[in-house]
């Protein structure tokens, strides 16, 4: 036997280990974190029992509030579906999305989303149920929704690599309207014990419509329970970073579709027993706009340099308490409700929103907020207002002494200029706008719109945006005072 070949070969085995240790990633994939963003749909703040004023229990919500951040001023970029789901995807204002920007509106395929920077990092993406919606991703070059491909959630666990890290929307279509009506008093709510906002009037119809809406949101909360079972069931809880919000504001008269807090305001918990600190409240103001980074932050995936959110990491590590100081709000068209020489225009506002204050800058205060009451050849009736028992008693009854005023704020023409205190008037119904002693207030507050309309190359700044209204839909319908028609041309 030749003994001089051991050291050879003892030498050979570690160059080959040194070698295959040094191909491997720096990063085990399996120590990467899975990201599960569950979105409701129409949910306003502050109807979930992790807020003080909520009138309904959520305890699922409340077990995820506990292990992590409740945020109590978080904000969509806008009150509308489609640009709101697309500013999340991409971290950017609306406005920056060309065709983006109006409800069932062209998301660009290039745009740079967070499913195509986490899909190139390795992650498994996937959605279900409602992902970036209203709208024909078809129609706009896309081969799956912008999302990620449609998967059960269950399903999709069971079909991952244990060391591949995932990225789920979970998308619910709750909230969202239509309602059985009397589902609200089937599951135990008490409509005669509600609180109603003060924008609404107090009438049977309207607690019954609201007892539904809580209804809904109920049933998200025992879904968020069934989820977060599936990720303990695979032992995948601790390591995954849960994040619960809604799109937009409730479907509901002065709600959604409007600048008003119930139509922005939204909640959100965001849960990462393995990273961030438990149990938790934050004040600090949050648009939504921030979730894209987040998600990329956590999954160490580089930011891109034209992203107009940011990070929340810092904020729930502990290592920040302020955020935002303030956000800043929009809206372009929601549904084909108005018919002028543009073709079907929306009613474009800008909004900024403060700790004190809400300042609303109506663009085309001519033009009616809620939409025209009827468009002649189609079943429109003010249709940026969702069908349904409180828009439909509203209107039948628009000229009675006990809905009269509501009908008024909620459907008539407005003032260019609207401010609110928020604390004194949490509904926002008062406006302060031409008041004297709030005009220094209101031209401080006017002017910081003013520059953050300039500086992120608004195009209504300054009176434009027309081209805004011409842009194409992808999708249509008409909404009627108590339901939705769909048709295509």
């Not at 059985?180 to 005669?192: A, E, L, N, Q, W």
């Not at 608004?458 to 319908?477: F, L, Q, S, V």
């Amino acid at each position: 036997m030749n003994y001089l070949k051991k050291p050879f070969q003892s030498l050979f085995f570690l160059f080959l280990f040194v070698m295959i240790t040094a191909c491997k990633p720096t990063v085990d994939p399996a120590a990467k974190p899975n990201i599960l963003f569950i979105l409701a749909d129409d949910w306003s703040y502050p109807f979930a029992s992790a807020y003080e004023d909520s009138p309904i229990h959520t305890p699922n919500l409340e077990r995820l509030a506990t292990m992590g951040m409740v945020f109590t001023h978080a904000f969509c970029a806008t009150p509308s579906c489609t640009p709101s789901r697309s500013a999340i995807l991409t971290g950017k204002y609306p406005h920056k999305l060309g065709e983006g920007v109006n409800l069932v509106g062209k998301l660009d395929t290039a745009e740079t989303t967070y499913v195509k920077l986490l899909r190139q990092h390795g992650y498994a993406v996937a959605f279900e149920r409602k992902g970036w919606a209203p709208g024909k991703f078809e129609k706009m070059g896309y081969k799956e929704n912008p999302a990620g491909h449609q998967q059960e959630f269950g399903a999709f666990l069971d079909s991952l690599d244990n060391k591949k890290p995932f990225c789920f929307w979970w998308g619910t279509n709750d909230p969202h309207r239509p309602y059985t009506r009397g589902h609200g008093r089937k599951v135990g709510i008490d409509s005669t014990k509600l609180s109603v906002p003060k924008f609404l009037p107090d009438l049977p119809d309207v607690r019954g419509d609201l007892a539904d809406y809580y209804a809904e949101i109920k049933r998200v909360d025992r879904e968020i329970g069934a989820l977060l079972k599936k990720l303990e069931d695979k032992g995948l809880l601790e390591n995954t970073m849960i994040v619960v919000t809604g799109d937009n504001g409730m479907p509901f008269p002065r709600a959604k579709a409007n600048m008003y807090d119930y139509g922005t305001r939204v909640p959100l918990v965001i849960s990462f027993p393995k990273k961030f600190k438990r149990n938790r409240r934050s004040e600090t103001f949050v648009n939504l706009i921030d979730l894209m980074p987040t998600f990329l932050e956590v999954a160490d995936v580089p930011l891109p340099k034209d992203l107009d959110g940011i990070s929340l990491v810092p904020v729930l590590k502990g290592k920040k308490k302020a955020h935002r100081e303030e956000v800043f709000l929009e809206r372009e068209r929601h549904c084909m409700c108005r018919k002028n020489e543009l073709g079907f225009p929306g009613y474009p506002m800008r909004a900024i929103r403060t700790k004190e204050y809400l300042y609303i800058l109506n663009l085309r205060p001519q033009r009616m907020p809620a939409g025209d009451p009827t468009i002649p050849g189609t079943p429109s009736e003010y249709g940026d207002v969702d069908g349904g028992p409180t828009k439909a008693y509203m209107m039948d009854h628009a000229m009675e002494d006990n809905v009269r005023t509501f009908f008024q704020i909620g459907f008539d023409k407005r003032p260019r200029e609207e401010l609110y205190d928020v604390n004194a008037d949490p509904f926002n119904v008062n406006n302060l706008a031409q008041y004297p002693k709030y005009q220094r207030l209101k031209k401080n507050l006017q002017l910081k719109l003013d520059i953050w309309m300039s500086q992120n190359e608004d195009p209504r700044w300054h009176g434009g945006g027309d081209e805004i209204d011409r842009y194409p839909t992808y999708d249509k319908a008409w909404i009627t005072k108590w339901d939705i028609v769909f048709f295509d041309e």
